[in-house]
């Protein structure tokens, strides 16, 4: 099966870093662009970041200056600094790719990863 599976969530106070990675396994033909959301309780999922190559990157303006995401191959990082409060949520992976030369583009998820920045 496809699977996008997320770690380096944790908890850490205001100020602190974190950095997420998010590995695609399975059979892919072919991975587009990777990115990240988030969600925190309450709300709707946000876009955090994308990555199409490795210079053609996306930010939302919440997290300019303060995040950097970066991708080797199938596998997409997210380095998280001077993090927030406010920057609570659950971090999820997404990936554009086709499964066989074939196949349309579509979505893939990954499960998830909490985030918890607080004193």
């Known amino acids: 099966q496809v699977q996008l599976v997320e770690s380096g969530g944790g908890s850490v106070q205001p100020g602190g870093s974190l950095r997420l990675s998010c590995t695609a396994s399975?059979?892919?033909?072919?991975?587009?662009?990777m990115g990240w959301y988030r969600q925190a309780p309450g709300k709707q999922r946000e876009f955090v970041a994308s990555?199409?190559?490795?210079?053609t990157a996306d930010y939302a303006d919440s997290v300019k200056g303060r995040f950097t995401i970066s991708r080797d191959k199938n596998t997409v990082s997210l380095q998280m600094n001077s993090l927030k409060p406010e920057d609570t949520a659950v971090y999820s992976c997404?990936?554009?790719?086709?499964?066989?030369?074939?196949?349309?583009?579509?979505?893939?998820w990954g499960q998830g990863t909490q985030v918890t920045v607080s004193s």
């Open positions: 997404q990936a554009d790719g086709k499964r066989t030369i074939v196949s349309e583009i579509r979505s893939y």
């Open positions: 399975g059979l892919f033909f072919s991975i587009n662009g």
């Open positions: 990555i199409f190559s490795g210079t």
